[in-house]
């Protein structure tokens, strides 16, 4: 009965001690994504927004000539782009690198998704809701852009591009146009 | 076993249970809440009860932006709907066939067309009530159209569209043996962003506003998605046609329009 | 001794055809996307194969094994015939109609939405009715899991339940409670729009309903599974349950946690505040807990079966295992794949890491790893202990089945690696063609060949285990003797009352419930103005 009893103790014992690795892996995971979103201010969507996807195209910033890349005053950029069965609008969007870039995006219908290739841009683009991203893009590139949830028989049609272009080109763009896009004419 | 008190302090697991599990919801919500978006740099909240009502989910409005640009040229302002239509009446439908005498002369006595404009019978009512609009705010422009639609009322449009949508839809004008669907029509081009036609155009799936294609004249067709392709046509919303036809190339434009004049209707 | 036999045979083979039938279609959905198919033209055809693949793996698939699994752990724990058998019937009923009514409309093209619904995507009400009676008909039998465990209860006060039962019980409840928010989404928002009742729908609510089923849905998934690992594994190797009441935890454990954290699958959706994302965060990674509770509590078992065998030392113990008893193979390759996969699951459940992956084949090959994988490599398993208990046959084909179990392990590893890897590329999720002559895709062309090569396995590794379960039916009879579980270590006899029974369990699931999900689904209830246009499928609007 004591061996019985002893044995017990033991396992008894090194269930906590397991138990305390288990709580301790699991708080170093916490720790790990609160050091993350407090050391690089990463907060996924900081704000809900709401917009109706009816009237997108005939008033506010979703029309069709306000869409694109903005320059702000503080040397920033800002894109706006939406989604809708099977494009994107603008099809192709360029930013100059390494500027910081907000993304506004927002759904005229269904469930669309907004993914920029080998970049950490991602995200869900739903009726009704405007999505936004601040990103970055180091260096010169050009990236598929497609839409990563389905959205109906036309999903694997919907394919867009991003040109990130130096900054001196992305300038003598902005010199002659408010809301630039990299759409072949 | 059964006399130990469950819910209540002196149970050891109860105590245990509720002060851990609130305990980490606490401290996760006060991180959530309160820590991490006061430390954001990208987005400035104005003071911490906007930062914590953000985090909540409270809607919010847009940060002040730069004035929209708008464009020069006229763009559609038709909201659509696959509802607002529903329901023509025998009057509705009386009506239009009245206003539609004045149509004949290009669209047909019964909505076919014997010249290259587009036919009209059985067209999807909310197309043609679209497109009458849009002629009418100067969305979309021509010549002919333009100066007829200039003194169609609300009503006069509703009840048009509602009689050609009543109209049925008649044989092949257009005689050919129909061929295979080219590659354009049945796949489209992946990454050029042009996805098959019959995801919008056709039976099992169609996006309110696509217009019936089947049987129409393929001059008409290939006018028509190579003035997307330029923007000499823009009323469709948001881009939607003209960012398919600007990728299209030429050969592809004249397959995809003879593969639906040469469709059954 | 099973009374209800044929109840679970029905089970079980219903389970497993559809089982069968989806196997073939994701394989089918592998090629034709590949390079080595050509496009298929009409796309829609995909997609329709999506959705049949979708729902029958994850709503009626594991809904099966579970339910049937549980009336034969309801007779072999409790000791006695199951009470209410005319309900279970009706149950697999209901099941079996929801699932017919379902199919048809997929098969017809009138549903093609997928088996995540993606409301403002509206397909044919007959659709959803199917998948709300396949929800109902599991509730029965959720009904009747409770209504058997406070009979036995009842009849025997001072015995603690045994702990097959217990965490049979605790699945159903966290079942019956999951499935409330698919359910509240079905029900009154998109049937709704299905019948034409109602012409617009709040997406974003939708998605926040769904999430709430969707992450738990996998626990339920993984119920069987881990009754598995504690309550058969040990007995068929010839070993010892390390810990009774450290499995009752991680039972009781799951059902807190598994339901408070949906929302990391809307890290990347506009409708939700990011306080809660945090928080919805923070509660994934607590539930690993149970599963690292879990994962020392086996491998000790384990470890005692290898010592009973006469292995001494450090590791000596590792070869001393009866490595060619399928049960041992089974659950080795469970864990290898619960390891990768749960790897895999920290990615996703961090708030930043998970941007880079969001709904990329990435996760498409980490779900296929852990249910796939991992969990369902245990219901062959289940299936394989139970088999001579139902037939009364023997199951001896053991080749076969170590050559299913390897195929199934090689292959799902052969499917899911690549996948992961053209995940973090870039590559979307469920597209019907990839165009792999473009230079940005084609360094993805080989990736997506390994996993056809994948899934051409699992295939045949399927077909042996319908081989192995039929050739059961015909072998000689046998008398298999009574179904017994894993015995303890330390039996126990007695159990603190919060370890009997749920009451505490189920509290606080429903409370953290209430404070991670109450705010948000407020919330956007009260909005007035983001309620979308429907977009209906399947059928040309004029």
């Given at each position: 009965m004591t061996e019985h009893a002893d044995s017990a103790t033991v396992a008894a014992r090194m269930e906590r001690r397991w138990g305390t690795v288990s709580i301790g892996i699991i708080l170093a995971l916490v720790f790990m994504a609160a050091y993350i979103g407090v050391h690089q201010g990463v907060m996924p969507q900081p704000r809900v927004e709401t917009v109706d996807p009816r009237t997108l195209h005939i008033a506010g910033e979703f029309i069709e000539s306000n869409l694109g890349t903005a320059a702000e005053p503080d040397g920033s950029v800002t894109v706006r782009a939406i989604g809708q069965q099977y494009s994107f609008t603008p099809q192709c969007i360029v930013v100059p690198a390494d500027t910081q870039v907000t993304i506004r995006a927002t759904s005229a219908d269904v469930i669309h998704g907004f993914l920029i290739e080998h970049s950490n841009v991602n995200t869900m683009l739903v009726p009704g809701y405007i999505s936004t991203i601040v990103t970055r893009f180091p260096a010169p590139s050009e990236r598929l852009m497609p839409c990563h949830e389905f959205c109906g028989a036309g999903h694997e049609g919907m394919w867009g591009r991003i040109k990130v272009i130096n900054k001196a080109a992305f300038a003598k763009l902005a010199a002659d146009q408010r809301r630039m896009t990299c759409v072949a004419q | 076993m059964s006399t130990e008190p469950r819910f209540s302090h002196r149970n050891r697991w109860f105590t245990i249970a509720v002060v851990v599990t609130a305990l980490i919801a606490a401290t996760s919500a006060a991180m959530g809440f309160v820590v991490l978006p006061s430390l954001q740099t990208n987005t400035r909240f104005t003071g911490i009860w906007d930062a914590i009502c953000s985090a909540a989910g409270l809607v919010r409005a847009a940060p002040a932006g730069q004035p929209v640009v708008q464009a020069n040229y006229k763009t559609t302002d038709v909201i659509l709907s696959s509802s607002t239509l529903d329901g023509s009446s025998a009057i509705s439908i009386g009506r239009g066939a009245t206003l539609a005498m004045r149509c004949t002369m290009c669209h047909g006595t019964r909505g076919v067309s014997e010249a290259d404009s587009p036919n009209l019978a059985g067209q999807y009512i909310m197309v043609i009530f679209k497109q009458l609009q849009d002629y009418k705010s100067g969305a979309r422009t021509n010549a002919v159209m333009t100066p007829r639609v200039a003194d169609l009322t609300d009503r006069d449009m509703r009840d048009l569209a509602a009689y050609y949508a009543y109209l049925p839809r008649l044989p092949?004008?257009?005689?050919a043996t129909a061929g295979p669907a080219p590659q354009i029509v049945e796949s489209g081009a992946p990454m050029r962003n042009i996805a098959p036609c019959a995801t919008c155009h056709g039976t099992l799936y169609y996006k309110t506003g696509s217009a019936w294609l089947e049987g129409e004249s393929s001059v008409y067709l290939q006018a028509q998605l190579k003035a997307f392709a330029s923007g000499a046509?823009?009323?469709?919303i948001s881009e939607q046609m003209r960012n398919i036809a600007r990728g299209m190339s030429s050969a592809e434009i004249e397959a995809a329009a003879q593969y639906y004049a040469n469709q059954p209707q | 001794m099973l009374h209800s036999k044929r109840l679970i045979l029905s089970h079980f083979w219903l389970a497993f055809a559809g089982f069968g039938v989806a196997l073939l279609l994701g394989e089918w959905q592998m090629f034709i996307r590949s390079p080595l198919h050509a496009w298929i033209g009409d796309p829609e055809v995909y997609y329709r194969s999506v959705t049949a693949h979708g729902t029958a793996m994850a709503y009626v698939f594991p809904t099966l094994v579970a339910m049937g699994f549980g009336y034969a752990i309801t007779e072999a724990a409790l000791k006695r015939p199951l009470i209410g058998g005319k309900w279970a019937w009706a149950g697999f009923a209901l099941v079996a109609v929801g699932t017919v009514t379902a199919v048809i409309p997929v098969s017809l093209g009138l549903a093609s939405v997928l088996y995540t619904f993606y409301p403002p995507l509206i397909g044919s009400p007959f659709y959803y009715i199917g998948i709300v009676l396949v929800v109902v008909g599991s509730w029965i039998w959720v009904a009747l899991m409770s209504v058997n465990l406070y009979a036995w209860k009842r009849a025997n006060p001072d015995v603690p339940v045994p702990l097959a039962m217990f965490a049979n019980v605790a699945g159903s409840y966290l079942w019956a409670w999951t499935a409330v928010g698919a359910a509240i989404e079905l029900l009154f928002q998109i049937i709704p729009a299905a019948l034409g009742l109602?012409?617009?729908?709040?997406a974003g609510l939708a998605r926040v309903f769904f999430s709430w089923t969707l992450h738990a849905i996998v626990y339920f998934w993984l119920m069987p599974t881990y009754i598995a690992y504690y309550t058969i594994i040990p007995r068929a190797i010839g070993g010892r349950l390390f810990s009774d009441p450290m499995a009752r935890i991680s039972f009781a454990l799951f059902l807190v946690v598994a339901m408070p954290i949906g929302v990391h699958h809307l890290f990347a959706d506009p409708e939700v505040g990011a306080g809660f994302k945090f928080m919805h965060s923070v509660f994934t990674a607590f539930v690993a807990v149970p599963t690292l509770l879990t994962v020392f509590t086996i491998c000790a078992s384990v470890e005692i079966a290898g010592r009973l065998r006469g292995g001494k030392g450090v590791l000596g113990w590792l070869t001393a295992l009866p490595w060619r008893n399928p049960m041992m193979l089974a659950v080795t390759f469970s864990f290898v794949m619960l390891g990768f996969g749960g790897a895999g699951g920290l990615i996703n459940m961090s708030y930043q890491l998970d941007a880079s992956i969001h709904n990329t084949q990435w996760i498409t090959g980490h779900f296929h790893l852990i249910f796939g994988g991992a969990i369902v490599i245990m219901y062959f398993a289940i299936a394989y202990d139970l088999w001579p208990h139902l037939t009364g046959r023997a199951l001896d084909s053991f080749e076969m089945m170590r050559m299913q179990l390897w195929s199934w392990f090689i292959g799902m590893i052969v499917l899911t690696f690549p996948w992961h890897y053209v995940g973090i590329l870039g590559m979307p999720r469920r597209m019907a063609f990839y165009d792999y002559t473009d230079p940005a895709i084609a360094p993805q062309a080989l990736s997506v060949i390994a996993s056809v090569i994948g899934g051409a396995i699992l295939v045949v590794s399927g077909a042996l285990f319908i081989a192995v379960l039929v050739r059961g039916h015909l072998a000689a009879r046998v008398e298999p003797g009574e179904y017994r579980f894993s015995i303890a270590v330390?039996?126990?006899?007695r159990v603190p009352v919060a370890l009997n029974g749920f009451g505490l369990w189920v509290s606080l699931m429903v409370a953290l419930t209430v404070i991670n999900y109450g705010f948000p689904i407020v919330h956007l209830l009260s909005l007035s103005n983001t309620s979308v246009p429907v977009v209906t499928i399947g059928a040309a609007g004029r």
């Open positions: - | 092949p004008y257009h005689p046509r823009h009323n469709d | 109602t012409t617009t729908i709040d330390h039996q126990p006899h």
